[in-house]
C-alpha cells in the first residue's frame, strides 16, 4: 500500500493521519517503520481477504443448485493448484517474517549513547528515576531526538510498558531488568499504559511521556533536586550498608574490587564466564551465593528485603559510576 | 435426492428409556453428546452474560457500571467459562461424541463408561467454576498469569484453578475414547482414507487432548501448592521464576486454540461437501493439514511471549514457526473454496454458516500473521488487536463452525427439522452482528487501547460503543436458534433419514438412530464424498 510505505519514509505526510481515530500518532522513529509493516499486511490480507470472498460469491451464485437432485461435478483436486496455494503462501510469510525481524532487532537493539532512565512499576503506579536523582511518578520527561533507553524493574507483579505513539512494549517483571529504548521525533505528551494485567486498578496504572526540546529539557533537568544524583543515594547506601567493609578499593577487601567492575567479564568459581551487568549487580546482592566470583569465599550476607527494588537501583548507579570513575582515572 | 421416507422410526435412542436414570447412567455415546450440549449450552449462556455486561460497561470511557474489581472478575470469569467450558469441549463432546461412532460404522465409542465418566468429570470441575463464581468469583484473568495469581490476587483462585485442572481429565478421557474408537471400530471397508475429514480431525484433535491437557493441568496444579504452601515455582521472591508460568501455560494453551478450531475445521468439511455435492477438493491435502496444525501447533507456545523478555533469537525460532503453522491453514480456505467450482451449492442454513467461517477465519488467519511478526507483534500484542483476533478465529470459527454443524446434524439428532426461513435470518444476524462487535476492536488495538481495561481514554468511545452495539446484535443472533431448536424438538417437520440428499453413513440410517446405530454393521464400499452413485450404493 504506497500510503503506508510513503509515510515511513516522508514525516510529513503522517500530518495527514492526525486527529483521525483510525491511526495512532507517530511519535517515534520506530513508529514509521512498524506503520509500513502493518500496511504492506493490511494490503496482503485486504488482497487474499477479497479474492477469498469474491471466488464463494462468485461460485455460491454460478452454481448453485438448480435442481433438487442435482450434484457436482466429479473433480477430486489437482496437484499443481495444492502446490501453488502451499508454496505462494509459504514465500509471502517468509517475506512477512524477515521484515518482522529486521523490525524487531531495531526495536532490540540501543543506539550506544542512550539516555538512561530507571522505572519501577507497582500495584498501581509509575516510577521514573533519572540519573541525575529526578524522581518522577507516571510522568516521564525525555528530550526530543535522543536515544531514551528505560531499565525496567516491578515490586510486586507483571507490569507491562507500552506507549501506542512509540510503537515500544515491554514488560516489566519482577526478579530482573527488562529494557527498551526509544527515540522520539516530536514534543508533546503521549499515553503511556500499563499492558499487562496486574490486579484490581490494572486501567489505572497509565502515565504520560512529556517529550521537551532539549533547551526546555536541560531546564527541567536542573530544576529542584533535593537528593542528589542516583549514584550519590546508592553510595550513602552502601555506606550504610556496610558493603564497604569488603568491597574495598584497595584489593584488601574479603570481596571483590568494584571500581572498574561493571561491564566487564569476570570469571566465577564454576569456570564460567559472566558479563558484570544489571543483572548479576542486582543477583549478586539478593541472591550472593549463586554466582560467586573466582577466588572469593561465597560468604556475603544477602539482602533480599533489607532494600527496595528503588534502593537497588541506586546500587547499582554507585557500582556502574565506580566504572566510569575508574576510567577517567585511567585516562 | 430428498430421503423418500419421511418417518419417525418406531425404536430409536430417544425412546429407549425414559426418566432421569436412563439419562444420567447411559452409556449410548449419542445420550452422552446430549449431555455435553445441555452442559456446554449453559455455560455458553452463563459466558455470554458476562460479554453482555463487559461491553455494557465499556459503552462509555469512565467505569461507571461496575467496580474494577467487579470488571476484572467479569473478563476472568467470562475467559474461563467460554475456553475451559464452552469452547474446548463444544464439538468434540457434543458432536464429536455424537457423530465418530455413527460416521465410522460403529455401535458406540470404545469405552462408553469412561465417556459417561468424561461427563461427570466435566461437571464437578464445572461445578467448582460455578462456585469459584458464586463465592465471589476470580480476578486473575483466564490466563492465570504468576505472580499475579499465586501472590497478589485475593480472590477465589483456587477453587477455579481446580475446576480447570478436574475438567482437563474429561478432555483427556474423550481424546483417548476417540483415538481408540478411530483406530479398532472402523466397519469393514472404512479405510483411513475413506474417513469424513470431521473425523480426520477429531483424530488430530484428540492427539492435542492427550498430549496437551496433562501439562496444562500441572501448571494449574504448581499455581495451586504455590499460592497455597509457598512452594517457590513462579514467585522470584522464593527464588521461582514467572514467566516458566507463561511457557508452561501457553505450551497447552496455544495448541488448545488448535483444539478448538480444528473440529470446526472439520465440520466445514463435510458441510461444504455436503451443500456442494461434491468431494472436498483435495481430500488428502485436507486431512494431512489437520495433522500437521496438531503437530505444529505444539511447537508455537513462544509467539505468546514476544514482549515477555525472551531473547531476540528465541522470538525469531517462535515468529518464524508461527508462520509455518499458517500455512497448512490456508491450504484448508483454498481447498474449501476451490470445493465450491462446478458444485450444486446450496443455499440452506448449514452452509452459510460455512461460509461465513470460512470468510472470518480468513480474516482470523491473517490478522495472525500481524502477530507472528514480532516487529509488529511488540506494538499490537496485549491490545484489543489480540482480542479481535483470537475473537475471529474462536467465535468467528469455532463456533460458526458449531453452529452450522449443530444445524446440519440436528435432524439426524432430533428427527426434526428446523424453521429454515429463522435460521437463515440468525446466521444473518449471527454474522453481522459479530463483525460489527470485533472489526473494530482491531482498529482500536492498533490505536493503541490495551485489553482487561475497565477505563479507557475517551478518543476510544466511538469503536468502543460500535462494538457494543455489534455485541448486542450478536446477543440476539445467539437466542434465536436456541429458541426454534427447542421449539422443533416437538413442532418442527419430520426429518427422514436423510433431509439433505448427503452422502456419509450417518444419513444411511434412521433419524435418529437407533441405540445401535445400524440396525446391521455397513460394509462400506464407496469412495468418502462420492456423490455420482446414490447413498444405497455406498454400503453394502
Known sequence: MPIGLSLSK?????????????????????????????????AISTFFSLLIAGLIVFFAIKYRRRAPESVGAVIHGGLLLELAWTIIPFVISMVIFVWGASVFFAMSRPPDETIDIYVVGKQWMWKFQHLDGQREINELHVPVGRPVRLIMASEDVIHDVFVPAFRVKADVIPGRYTHIWFQPTKPGRYQLFCAEYCGTRHSGMTGQVVVMEPSEYQTWLSGGVPEGSLASAGAKLFQDLACNTCHRPDAQGRGPVLEGLFGKTVTLQSGETITVDEAYVRESILNP????????????????????????????????????LAQVQAR | ??????????????????????????????????????????????????????????????????????????????????????????????????????????????????????????????????????????DTGWTFYTPFSTVSSTTNVIPTALGVFITGFSSILTGLNFIVTIHRMRAPG?????????????????????????????TIALVAVERLFHFGFFDP????????????????????????????????????????????????????????????????????????????????????????????????????????YRGSISWQ?????????????TIGGLTGLFLAAVGLDVHVTDTYFIIAHFHYIMVGGTLMGYLGGLHYWWPKISGRLYPEFLAKL???????????TFFPQFVLGYLGMPRRYHAYPPEFQVLNVLSSAGASILGVGYLIPMIYLMWSLRYGRLAGSNPWGAVGLEWTTTSPPPTENFAETPVITSEVYDYSAPLEDHVA
Open chain 2, 426 to 436: 440468525s446466521a444473518g444476524i449471527i454474522f453481522l452482528g459479530f463483525n460489527l
Open chain 2, 190 to 218: 472404512m479405510t483411513w482414507f475413506r474417513m469424513p475429514l470431521f473425523i480426520w480431525s477429531m483424530y488430530a484433535t484428540s492427539l492435542i487432548f492427550v498430549l496437551g491437557t496433562p501439562v496444562i493441568a500441572i
Open chain 2, 349 to 361: 442454513t448449514p452452509m452459510l454458516y460455512a461460509i461465513g467461517f470460512i470468510g472470518l477465519f
Open chain 1, 289 to 324: 551465593a549463586a554466582k560467586v566470583a573466582a577466588g572469593f569465599q561465597p560468604i556475603m550476607p544477602t539482602s533480599q528485603g533489607l532494600v527496595t527494588e528503588e534502593q537497588l537501583l541506586e546500587l547499582i548507579e554507585y557500582v556502574k559510576s565506580l566504572s566510569v
Open chain 2, 1 to 138: 435426492m430428498p430421503s423418500s421416507t419421511v418417518f419417525m422410526p418406531p425404536r430409536h435412542y430417544l425412546n429407549d428409556g425414559y426418566g432421569i436414570k436412563s439419562w444420567l447412567l447411559t452409556r449410548d455415546h449419542k445420550r452422552i453428546g446430549l449431555l455435553y450440549l445441555a452442559a456446554i449450552t449453559l455455560f455458553f449462556f452463563v459466558g455470554g452474560a458476562f460479554a453482555v455486561l463487559i461491553r455494557l460497561e465499556l459503552a462509555t470511557p469512565a467505569g461507571d457500571l461496575v467496580s474494577d474489581e467487579t470488571y476484572n472478575k467479569l473478563f476472568t470469569m467470562h475467559g474461563v467459562m467460554m475456553v475451559f467450558f464452552f469452547l474446548i469441549p463444544s464439538i468434540p463432546a457434543t458432536l464429536g461424541n455424537f457423530l465418530v461412532p455413527i460416521m465410522i460404522g460403529a455401535k458406540d465409542l470404545a469405552f462408553p463408561k469412561l465417556n459417561l465418566a468424561s461427563w461427570y468429570i466435566y461437571i464437578i470441575g464445572g461445578a467448582f467454576t460455578l462456585y469459584a463464581l458464586v463465592a465471589g468469583g476470580v
Open chain 1, 10 to 42: 516522508d514525516g510529513a505526510e503522517s500530518d495527514m493521519w492526525s486527529g483521525t481515530p483510525l491511526f495512532p500518532e507517530q511519535a517515534s522513529t520506530m513508529a514509521g517503520r512498524v506503520d509500513a509493516l502493518y500496511f504492506f499486511l493490511i
Open chain 2, 237 to 340: 521472591r522464593l527464588g521461582g521464576d514467572p514467566v516458566l508460568f507463561q511457557h508452561l501455560f501457553w505450551f497447552y494453551s496455544h495448541p488448545a486454540v488448535y483444539i478448538m478450531v480444528l473440529p470446526s475445521m472439520g465440520v466445514v468439511s463435510e458441510l461444504v461437501a455436503a451443500f456442494c455435492r461434491k468431494q472436498v477438493f483435495g481430500y488428502s491435502f485436507v486431512a494431512f493439514a489437520s495433522l500437521a496444525i496438531a503437530v505444529l501447533g505444539f511447537l508455537v507456545w513462544g509467539h505468546h511471549m514476544f514482549v515477555a523478555g525472551q531473547s531476540v533469537y528465541s522470538a525469531l525460532v517462535f515468529s518464524i514457526l508461527s508462520f509455518l503453522v499458517a500455512i497448512p491453514s490456508a491450504v484448508k480456505v483454498f481447498n474449501w473454496t476451490a470445493t465450491m
